[in-house]
């Protein structure tokens, strides 16, 4: 049997890189087996997008980390999925969805990581945002050894999302949705005060 491990949870970093190596210190300093769950939203916002990305991606090639989609990874990634079929395809409809969802993930919070490339475009996206949007998942299971699991296993253990349990919701039909977009206010527990 393997020795556990201790798995630490870090939330949207929005660009804040300085941030993850703090976290990243902390864990070498306090536990000797660690392991990094990024919740998703690592990008947008703050100063040093594509820096969070490219140690993230690092640390999941050394087996360090776990990375979770959030709702800025699924909108950055709506663009470059239409413009890829567009590519494909030709059809003008395509083009038009991918044009919208750039603009859909501008508005958001990706305008900073336009301003800190210099310029962003569906033409010449970059590779290391390719690389990062790929194969996210949205909900793991960790179990009491810290192993992390992408279906339910036999052992208790937590369900980790960026959001929301996948729960169905008038906003959101789609239960992998709600785990991108439903806050805790809003449903499927609320958590409101009285």
């Known amino acids: 049997m393997s020795e556990s491990r201790t798995v630490f949870v870090v939330p949207d970093l929005h660009g804040r890189a300085d941030l993850l190596e703090a976290a990243v210190r ?3 300093a306090h536990w000797p087996n660690w392991h990094l ?9 703050g100063p040093h997008s594509l820096r969070c990305v490219a140690r993230l991606l690092e640390l999941r090639k050394e087996g360090r ?7 800025h990874e699924r ?15 030709a059809n003008p409809q395509d083009l038009r969805l991918a044009m919208q969802g750039m603009q859909w993930w501008m508005r ?5 990581v336009r ?6 475009t569906l033409e010449q996206f970059p590779e290391l945002m390719r690389e990062y949007l790929q194969d996210l998942p949205r909900m793991v299971f960790v179990d009491g050894e810290g192993e992390i699991h992408a279906e339910l296993p036999a052992a208790p253990s937590v369900m980790v999302t960026h959001a929301s349990p ?18 805790p206010t809003d449903g499927p527990t609320s958590c409101r005060q009285v």
Request: hydrophobic share 40%.
């Open 37 to 45: 769950l990024n919740l998703g939203d690592a990008i947008d916002r």
């Open 166 to 183: 996948p729960k169905a919701h008038r906003d959101y039909p789609d239960p992998m949705s709600a785990v991108l977009w439903l806050r």
């Open 75 to 89: 909108m950055a990634l709506e663009g470059p999925q239409h413009f890829s079929r567009f590519q494909q395809s």
């Open 108 to 112: 958001a919070g990706g305008e900073s």
């Open 65 to 71: 980390a776990t990375l979770l989609m959030g709702n």
């Open 26 to 28: 902390y864990a070498e």
């Open 115 to 120: 301003r800190e490339l210099g310029g962003l």
